[in-house]
């Protein structure tokens, strides 16, 4: 079975931290870009980062722009992202997904998505 499985969610207070991993399995990632998104509550699904297949390219919504850390370690079939500084506002489910084509933020071009982890900041 082809699936990507997000952990590391949680509640964190406002300044806090959060890394979020993204592992494959049923297929290798090896070829694929990651992105990150994310939806919260009564909003719709934005992207927060995506990752080359090689790590060359990256690329940051402005609103986490200095403060989230996108990689991967293909070794290990598995992407990351590290957020620090956490604000109420990045409350959200976030999601990762793989797709075949340069880093985009397009989301019909990710073939594969996991279900989510919730990312609760507060205090």
């Known amino acids: 079975q082809l699936q990507l499985v997000e952990s590391g969610g949680g509640l964190v207070q406002p300044g806090g931290s959060l890394r979020l991993s993204c592992a494959a399995s049923g297929f290798s990632l090896d070829y694929y870009t990651i992105g990150w998104f994310r939806q919260a509550p009564g909003k719709e699904r934005e992207a927060v980062s995506c990752i080359s297949s090689s790590s060359v390219r990256t690329n940051y919504a402005d609103s986490v722009k200095g403060r989230f850390t996108i990689s991967r370690d293909n070794a290990k079939n598995t992407a990351y992202l590290q957020m620090n500084s956490l604000k109420p506002e990045d409350t959200a489910v976030y999601y990762c997904a793989a797709s075949l084509r340069p880093c985009n933020y397009l989301f019909y ?10 990312v609760t900041v507060s205090s």
């Open 109 to 118: 071009e990710y073939s594969y998505w996991g279900q989510g982890t919730q």
